[in-house]
């Protein structure tokens, strides 16, 4: 019963950490790219651009379990030495690149197992965004890494 406790706790922390309500989505970002340090093999970074990046509870929820599913898949498939995350404004928007030298993949077998219903945590993060609003981009090749650009817009207040 208390390790289902604490397995609860942590599902839960990592879902909606309490730094991201008190400090905001890029320590919340910066905060999982080090957790991942501390028990991965692979070396991950983190960069912001310093810019103000307004967004509703939403989105910044959204972005950081998509994020967070991002590097778990680096740790469990990609067989990366290194992966970075950014985190900068662009225009209206708020774009989070994630990118990593890992195995990768072809883009075509990926498509074809998309419609057989494999990769659904890429699928599930396309979906989302489309609700949101935003959208994302998906690069990659066998044995040249992924990067996953998301891009969500910023919140009524900062747009022009």
Do not use: W
Not at 39 to 68: C, E, H, M, W
Not at 129 to 157: C, N, Y
């Amino acid at each position: 019963i208390n390790q289902l406790i604490a397995n609860t706790r942590s599902l839960i922390y990592e879902m909606s950490p309490t730094i991201l309500y008190q400090l905001g989505l890029s320590a919340a970002l910066e905060s999982i790219v080090e957790q991942m340090n501390t028990f991965a093999g692979t070396a991950f970074t983190f960069q912001d651009d310093g810019s103000a990046k307004p967004l509703d509870n939403n989105s910044s929820i959204f972005l950081y379990r998509a994020v967070y599913e991002l590097l778990v898949n680096i740790v469990k498939h990609a067989k990366a030495q290194t992966a970075h995350v950014s985190f900068k404004k662009y225009k209206n928007h708020a774009c989070i690149s994630v990118q990593d030298d890992g195995t990768g993949f072809n883009a075509t077998k990926r498509q074809a197992a998309k419609k057989a219903g494999a990769g659904y945590g890429l699928f599930s993060i396309s979906e989302r965004l489309e609700q949101l609003g935003g959208s994302i981009h998906i690069r990659s090749k066998t044995g040249h890494g992924v990067r996953v650009d998301l891009s969500v817009p910023l919140s009524a207040t900062d747009k022009p």
